[in-house]
Nanobody
Framework: QVQLVESGGGLVQVGGSLRLSCIASGSISSIDALSWYRQAPGRERDVVAVSIRDGTITYADAVKGRFTISRDNAKNTVYLQMNNLKPEDTAVYYC??????????WGQGTQVTVST
């Protein structure tokens, strides 16, 4: 099971952009699905974007048209490009894998704060 480490969070103003990175300890090319999640204070962890090995990509309604998930198999990295950020996007963002019917381990996440 690969380990995933998130980075790229920070403080950004409303309407700004950030790109999050999730670097894997091993190859991601054969992983069934890689996803980004987020958890705001006092709320449950929700899925934001999913990249499936067959090329299918899905997004939560709240981020459609603003966020883009992508994989770079050569770099064993998954990205989340976030544009037109809103205060409600403030959360800790996590990536995780789904492979052979099992969810991977959670990492530390990366904090994204959108200020008005």
């Amino acid at each position: 099971q690969v380990q995933l480490v998130e980075s790229g969070g920070g403080l950004v103003q409303v309407g700004g952009s950030l790109r999050l990175s999730c670097i894997a300890s091993g190859s991601i090319s054969s992983i069934d699905a890689l996803s980004w999640y987020r958890q705001a204070p006092g709320r449950e962890r929700d899925v934001v974007a999913v990249s499936i090995r067959d090329g299918t990509i899905t997004y939560a309604d709240a981020v459609k048209g603003r966020f883009t998930i992508s994989r770079d198999n050569a770099k064993n990295t998954v990205y989340l490009q976030m544009n037109n950020l809103k205060p409600e996007d403030t959360a800790v963002y996590y990536c995780n894998s789904w492979n052979d019917g099992a969810l991977g381990s959670w990492g530390q996440g990366t904090q994204v704060t959108v200020s008005t």
